[in-house]
């Protein structure tokens, strides 16, 4: 099993929203290297739910992955904030996964506070200029945030 940590606004997709819904498509990610994150996935692996965006971003939870990568709808949906003009049925660059609830943190990890952790200075998240939607985690880092909730 990998591990990875994926980025939502709350307000398009929060953990209590999953864990509402059971489950639901990932979709949107517009960068080719998260896009390729996206790909990489498994079913089973499992994610670190990340509220961006928002008065108190961080790690709220824990989701998984029940569907690999396929082409993406919203890309050809011109109702859709993630259209693509470029995109058609025969060449769509981008990819959803399905994914599901598995756990609602007691408290967001905050990324000032992930960012004070030793164990997790090589997580790209907390590195400076990180901007990416979708990540990889180390089996280490993994323990290391779970420890912390």
């Known amino acids: 099993m990998a591990y990875w940590l994926?980025?939502?606004?709350?307000d398009e997709l929060?953990?209590?929203g999953l864990q509402?819904?059971?489950q639901a498509r990932w979709d949107g990610v517009r960068n080719y290297q998260a896009r390729n994150f996206l790909r990489a996935m498994a079913e089973g692996d499992e994610f670190f739910f990340y509220h961006s965006s928002c008065p108190e971003p961080g790690i709220a939870g824990i989701g998984?992955?029940?569907k690999t990568a396929y082409p993406d709808p919203?890309?050809?949906?011109?109702?859709?904030h993630y259209f693509d003009a470029k995109a058609n049925d025969e060449k769509n660059?981008?990819?959803?996964?399905?994914v599901a609830f598995v756990e609602t943190f007691p408290k967001v990890l905050s990324l000032g506070y992930l960012k004070q952790q030793a164990a997790l200075e090589q997580l790209p998240?907390?590195?400076?200029?990180?901007r990416l939607s979708v990540m990889s985690v180390t089996p280490e880092q993994w323990a290391a945030v779970l420890a912390l909730r």
């Open 6 to 10: 994926m980025k939502s606004e709350p």
């Open 93 to 98: 660059p981008w990819s959803a996964i399905d």
């Open 74 to 80: 919203t890309a050809l949906d011109k109702n859709s």
């Open 125 to 130: 998240l907390v590195q400076k200029g990180s």
């Open 64 to 66: 998984k992955i029940t």
């Open 20 to 22: 509402t819904l059971g």
């Open 14 to 16: 929060s953990i209590t």
